[in-house]
T-cell receptor, first 113, second 115 residues
Framework: DAGITQSPRYKITETGRQVTLMCHQT?????MFWYRQDLGHGLRLIYY???????DKGEVPDGYVVSRSKTENFPLTLESATRSQTSVYFC????????????FGPGTRLLVL | AQKVTQAQTEISVVEKEDVTLDCVYE???????LFWYKQPPSGELVFLIR??????QNEISGRYSWNFQKSTSSFNFTITASQVVDSAVYFC????????????FGGGTRLMVKP
């Protein structure tokens, strides 16, 4: 019972490089989410997806790209990483529409030098 | 717009003390859900509880209890007889009637339980 996994767990990159963070869930949940967690800001939603091939912006989408070709995967790409994108990134999933519970992955710590 | 406020950024107690974490929310939705998550030092986010806006019954689960009061827009969380393992950051969150039913998180309260 893997649940929701994220890879890599830790990543160091340089300014300007492209980085992709992976998220995989085994529950066949229709909704998936990406959040970033920063000191002083709590968790903020970057993007979410209601189903394969359906994505929408959250509160802080600038500088990020998402795709969802398969229900179980929801990768997040930083096209040209900036220092301000240093953060902890959490992926989450939810079974369906409505305010069901979101379950979170273990997080990815990203450092942009 | 939705908003969740956790005014206590950090609380320190001694083991076996009771502690209450405050959560105040704002929403224009008549139907909404409130959540508490725990983030221990290991970093993962652990779901604790979910309540809907039509159910104001308080809930108790072991040493944990939750007090939901619509009149004051509050959803407070109490830990009875705290233990060192309760040390964590606790987040209150709100999901309303928005597209995607997205979660809005409070800033979190760091609880430190000292032996």
């Amino acid at each position: 019972d893997a649940g929701i996994t994220q890879s890599p767990r830790y990543k160091i990159t340089e300014t300007g490089r492209q980085v992709t963070l992976m998220c995989h869930q085994t529950w066949s949940h229709s909704y998936m989410f990406w959040y970033r967690q920063d000191l002083g800001h709590g968790l903020r939603l970057i993007y979410y997806s209601a189903a394969a091939d359906i994505t929408d912006k959250g509160e802080v989408p600038d500088g990020y790209v998402v795709s969802r070709s398969k229900t179980e995967n929801f990768p997040l790409t930083l096209e040209s990483a900036t220092r301000s994108q240093t953060s902890v990134y959490f992926c989450a999933s939810r079974k369906g529409q409505g305010a069901g519970t979101q379950y979170f992955g273990p997080g990815t710590r990203l450092l942009v030098l | 717009a939705q908003k969740v406020t956790q005014a206590q950024t950090e609380i320190s107690v001694v083991e076996k003390e009771d502690v209450t974490l405050d959560c105040v929310y704002e929403t224009r939705d008549t139907t909404y859900y409130l959540f508490w998550y725990k983030q221990p030092p290991s970093g993962e986010l652990v779901f604790l509880i979910r309540r809907n806006s039509f159910d104001e019954q308080n809930e108790i689960s072991g040493r944990y209890s939750w007090n939901f009061q619509k009149s004051t827009s509050s959803f407070n969380f109490t830990i009875t007889a705290s233990q060192v393992v309760d040390s964590a950051v606790y987040f209150c969150a709100l999901s309303g009637d928005n597209a995607g039913n997205m979660l809005t998180f409070g800033g979190g309260t760091r609880l430190m339980v000292k032996p």
